[in-house]
């Protein structure tokens, strides 16, 4: 089948992020300038340069996370292991703000070390950020859209040294959790290696 998204589908469901999948989720962490923590995941996330080390996440309106974190211009992006995939379900609750995810979903948060935002403790890994810029970005009708695209370079990373294999973090064994589409996720089970190759061989 083709389709035209501007045109529709006809399927049951939207099919986009099902086909651009997996994606893996960046568990935010903010703090206002008064304050107040959020927590919540982002399916739209992902690293965008080594050198520096950057990372974006998207929130397809206006939501605290972004909120906060153009007022402090700080976040952590908290990688999601399969044991912690149910809380962080739970940690999307569209609660009111000045509620704290952190209790809400039953984790513990720990103090970063660089900037403001706590981190969530029972995660194998976590990132601080610190903002870079924020914007939306256009359609091809030049128009902004209702989405927030945040990037931040990564300053300090947390390794819970339990998922260190040989010096190397083993996706498999935190089992990093990430978005397909519609209600589905997965886990890493299994990994392959496969070396770039090289012209001149």
């Given at each position: 089948?083709?389709?035209?998204?501007?045109?529709?589908?006809?399927?049951?469901?939207?099919?986009?992020?099902?086909?651009?999948?997996?994606?893996?989720?960046?568990?935010?962490?903010?703090?206002?300038?008064?304050?107040?923590?959020n927590l919540a995941p982002y399916?739209?996330?992902?690293?965008?340069?080594?050198?520096?080390?950057?990372?974006?996440?998207?929130?397809?309106?206006?939501?605290?996370?972004?909120?906060?974190?153009?007022?402090?211009?700080?976040?952590?992006?908290?990688?999601?292991?399969?044991?912690?995939?149910?809380?962080?379900?739970?940690?999307?609750?569209?609660?009111?703000?000045?509620?704290?995810?952190?209790?809400?979903?039953?984790?513990?948060?720990?103090?970063?070390?660089?900037?403001?935002?706590?981190?969530?403790?029972?995660?194998?890994?976590?990132?601080?950020?610190?903002?870079?810029?924020?914007?939306?970005?256009k359609g091809l009708?030049?128009?902004?859209?209702?989405?927030?695209?945040?990037?931040?370079?990564?300053?300090?990373?947390?390794?819970?040294?339990?998922?260190?294999?040989?010096?190397?973090?083993?996706?498999?064994?935190?089992?990093?959790?990430?978005?397909?589409?519609?209600?589905?996720?997965?886990?890493?089970?299994?990994?392959?290696?496969?070396?770039?190759?090289?012209?001149?061989?």
């Amino acid at each position: 089948m083709f389709y035209e998204p501007s045109k529709g589908h006809g399927l049951p469901h939207d099919p986009f992020k099902a086909l651009v999948s997996p994606r893996p989720i960046g568990w935010i962490s903010t703090v206002s300038k008064d304050g107040a923590l959020n927590l919540a995941p982002y399916s739209f996330f992902n690293a965008l340069s080594g050198k520096p080390p950057l990372v974006w996440f998207s929130s397809e309106s206006e939501k605290d996370s972004a909120t906060f974190a153009g007022e402090t211009r700080e976040f952590v992006a908290n990688i999601v292991g399969r044991d912690l995939a149910g809380k962080m379900n739970r940690s999307s609750v569209n609660a009111p703000r000045g509620t704290s995810e952190f209790d809400y979903a039953g984790l513990t948060s720990a103090p970063s070390l660089l900037v403001a935002p706590p981190r969530v403790a029972e995660a194998p890994a976590a990132l601080e950020c610190k903002v870079t810029e924020i914007f939306r970005p256009k359609g091809l009708n030049g128009q902004e859209t209702g989405a927030v695209v945040v990037i931040g370079e990564v300053v300090g990373v947390h390794i819970d040294e339990a998922f260190l294999t040989g010096g190397l973090f083993d996706a498999v064994k935190a089992g990093n959790v990430a978005r397909l589409g519609y209600m589905d996720y997965s886990s890493i089970d299994a990994t392959f290696s496969m070396r770039r190759p090289r012209w001149e061989d």
